[in-house]
């Protein structure tokens, strides 16, 4: 329905409880930079130059320009609808995508050549082809989520949740474990036990400087725990300038030599982007704050490609959340300002600062309350009888997650699983050619399962049969179930995805005769048949 604009009202750009959101959301997209900037330096060991030089003035200038369109866009609802309640959607870096970037295209591609510009160059692509997805995919994604049982869509959203999301947060913490652990109970007090801190102060804040006082504390009193260290301050002061954004448009078609690796993850997180965008929008929706579906995607696509073509190999995402932002007074104002700041911190060097004075473990605990958060939320969204299909779905990633650990083990040895034999790694109880297919192309064979599950379960037999059919030939090319895209990849699941298509697309064409399902039915019980 076409709105027109109030004349007679004009919104408030800053409300008081702007100041909270502000605090709130800036610290959440605070802690996505400092671990973001701890992967590029610590676990890909680029170099100061490029990350603080290149990469995050660009990721400052994407945050800047999201955060601006999400307060315009509040802004023109406020104005179209003459309220003064309308809270702007939150966006920043997508969570999941930067550890997918870095673990799944970036790292690979960085051990193979050991040139971390090849990496970064590998990951501009992967943004751009991501960005394309969602531009294009504005207006097909409502197509998307209708056909998609929301239990598949959940549950391989979940599978990378528990796997690339938590399981590193969790096993560092449990590295430092009077940091790790500790940090993390102040996070579950606060944000899962609704435990107030003084002042009010986030929980989020409380932990990250309760851990930075015990690394400093230990370091003070000669132990070497959390990897504090006063040298690494000068260090850190001597990466202070400015840095603007410059264009790295040649870089990001230089990626594209790495065409085939980026397209087994940017097409099915391209299409996980229209879901996860399209349920945030629905959350603010339910909220009071209706906002155009297709503009939100459009948007991110939009904002991806620039950032990329800046230097940026990360894709902006709207954020989960604005119920809880709005709730505690956050309106227009916060979002601009939010992005404002953090451009200016990404410019001025200042990351580089933070980092040297807060330890890692105490900002992961953070991370893994946002996997936990994001599992969940499976199980809580979807019906209690799609329950198994949501567990179907996290197993792919359950196996992708497993491979990549034995990859990292035997690369760190020199060597690979195809170099030590794949019956010599069976005979000791490790199925690398299980995991190598199952986990290949995860994030499509979780919802593709899932959504056969479902359907399953729910006895409608000719949906079973499409998704089989989907799940035929996106293994035939590689895009699930195959660890690169082309021509018969991965034939021998592509034929059982087919046989299970034909057979129960044949049940489906006889469904007239089965009885009905009753009302209320929540699928067998244990132990049935």
């Known amino acids: 329905m076409e709105t027109t604009l109030n004349r007679e009202f004009t919104p408030k750009f800053w409300s008081t409880g702007d100041w909270n959101a502000l605090f709130g959301f800036g610290t959440n997209i605070l802690v996505n930079l ?170 989020g804040l409380v932990a990250i400087f309760v851990g930075t006082l015990i690394a400093w504390g230990a370091t003070a009193l000669g132990y070497d725990y959390g990897g504090m260290s006063v040298p690494a301050i000068g260090a850190a002061l001597a990466d202070f300038g400015f840095s603007l954004p410059l264009p790295a448009i040649g870089y990001t078609f230089s990626g594209f030599e790495y065409l085939g690796i980026l397209l087994v993850t940017a097409v099915p997180f391209g299409i996980y982007d229209l879901v996860e965008a399209m349920d945030n929008v629905e959350s603010a929706d339910a909220a009071g704050d209706s906002y155009p579906t297709n503009r939100v995607v459009v948007a991110d696509g939009v904002v991806s490609m620039v950032g990329c073509l800046m230097g940026n190999p990360f894709i902006n995402a709207v954020y989960i959340g604005h119920p809880g932002w709005k709730a505690m007074g956050g309106r227009i104002g916060y979002s601009a300002v939010t992005g404002l700041v953090m451009l200016l911190l990404c410019c001025f060097g200042i990351l580089s600062l933070a980092l040297a004075l807060i330890p890692v473990v105490a900002i992961l605990p953070i991370l893994l309350y946002i996997g936990m958060l994001i599992g969940a939320q499976a199980f809580r969204e979807s019906p209690g009888r799609h329950a198994p299909a949501i567990i179907l779905a996290l197993v792919p990633h359950l196996a992708a997650w497993a491979k990549n650990q034995i990859d990292g083990a035997l690369g760190a040895a020199g060597t690979s699983a195809h170099e030590v034999g794949l019956d010599n790694l069976a005979g000791a109880g490790v199925l690398y050619q299980g995991l190598e297919t199952l986990g290949g192309g995860s994030i499509l064979g979780g919802l593709v399962l899932g959504a056969i599950a479902v359907f399953v379960i729910e006895r409608e037999y000719t949906r079973v049969a499409a998704f089989s059919l989907a799940g035929c030939l996106l293994s035939f090319f590689g895009f699930m179930h195959g660890e690169a895209v082309g021509w018969a990849v991965s034939p021998a699941p592509a034929v059982a995805y087919g046989l299970l298509a034909l057979g129960a697309g044949w049940h489906g064409l006889r469904k007239t005769s089965e009885v009905p399902v009753p009302a209320g039915y929540e699928g067998p019980a244990a132990g049935e048949s």
């Open 34 to 203: 400092l671990v973001l900037t701890g992967l590029l330096r610590y676990a890909l060991q680029m170099p100061d130059d490029l990350v603080f030089g290149r990469i995050l003035p660009a990721t400052g200038l994407m945050l800047c320009l999201s955060t601006a369109y999400y307060a315009w866009l509040a802004w023109k609802l406020a104005k179209e609808t003459g309220r003064d309640d309308v809270c702007a959607l939150p966006s920043g870096i997508g969570v999941a995508h930067m550890f997918i970037v870095v673990f799944v295209i970036m790292m690979p591609i960085k051990a193979q050549t050991g040139d971390p510009y090849a990496a970064w160059e590998a990951g501009l692509a992967w943004v751009f082809i991501q960005s394309i997805i969602l531009m294009l995919g504005g207006y097909i994604a409502p197509i998307i989520r209708r056909i998609t049982p929301r239990a598949a869509l959940l549950g391989t959203l979940a599978g990378v949740s528990v796997t690339f999301i938590s399981m590193r947060p969790a096993l560092e913490m449990y590295g430092a474990p009077l940091i790790g652990l500790t940090c993390f109970f102040i996070i579950l007090a606060g944000w899962f036990g609704n435990v107030r801190y003084p002042g009010g102060i986030p929980a």
